[in-house]
Structures are given as C-alpha cells and as structure tokens.
C-alpha cells in the first residue's frame, strides 16, 4: 500500500486565520468609530437641551441643583466612556478617534456644568 503525499498550502493555516482576524478588527473598529461619533452627536444633543432647559429656572438654588444633577450625570458618562477606552486598550484594538473625540467632548461638557453650577452656588 502506497501513500499518498501530501501537499501543503503555501501559507500556514494560522496565517490565514490571522489575516481574517485583521479584517474583522478593521471591521470592528470602523463599526466603533462610527458608533462613538453617533454618540458624541447625541451628547452634544443632550448637553443643549439641558442649556435650553436652564434658561427657565429662575431661582439660584434650583439652577445651582439643576446644573449639579447634569454635572453629575456627564461625569457618569465620561467614567462609561474612559471604561470603554481602557477595554479597547486592554484588548490591544487600535485606537478609536471618535471616542478619544467624545472623551474630550464630554471633559469639556463635564467642565461647562461645573462652571454653571459653580456660578450658582
């Protein structure tokens, strides 16, 4: 009984596997980029509304609470936000642009709010 040979592929199995891993990390990664620009749109949106919402509150305490209370809420986003850059470095992805822009974008909100409760209080 004969043999048969063999014949190997030029690349190795795990190299292929490797080359749609990239591609399905770049896929990823674009789906994300694109997700967290959606994101700081909406936060943008949101932060204002919350401007448009204060102009109607009168009283200094209620406007030194009021900005206190979206303070606080933009602070929780931006420790969501740090937390998801932390997991995409952790899992050695590239760098997402979009988030590193939402980061700094809620930073700044986050800043503005403390400003306005600040100047109530």
């Known amino acids: 009984m004969s043999r048969k040979k063999i014949h190997l592929p030029?690349?190795?199995p795990h190299t292929h596997r490797w080359?749609?891993?990239?591609r399905v990390a770049e896929t990823?990664?674009?789906w994300l980029d694109a997700f967290y620009q959606n994101a700081e749109r909406r936060l943008l949106n949101i932060y204002d509304r919350a401007r448009l919402g204060a102009w109607h509150i009168y009283?200094?305490?209620?406007?030194?609470?009021?900005?206190?209370?979206q303070s606080q809420w933009f602070e929780?986003?931006?420790?969501?936000?740090?937390?998801?850059?932390?997991?995409i470095s952790m899992y050695a992805l590239p760098e997402?642009?979009?988030?590193?822009?939402a980061i700094q974008t809620v930073t700044e909100i986050v800043e503005a709010c403390r400003g306005s409760h600040e100047l109530f209080a």
Do not use: F
């Open 10 to 12: 030029l690349t190795k």
């Open 19 to 22: 080359a749609l891993a990239l």
């Open 28 to 30: 990823q990664i674009a």
């Open 59 to 69: 009283d200094r305490e209620q406007a030194a609470a009021y900005w206190q209370e």
């Open 76 to 87: 929780d986003i931006l420790r969501n936000l740090n937390q998801a850059q932390e997991k």
């Open 96 to 101: 997402i642009p979009a988030l590193r822009s």
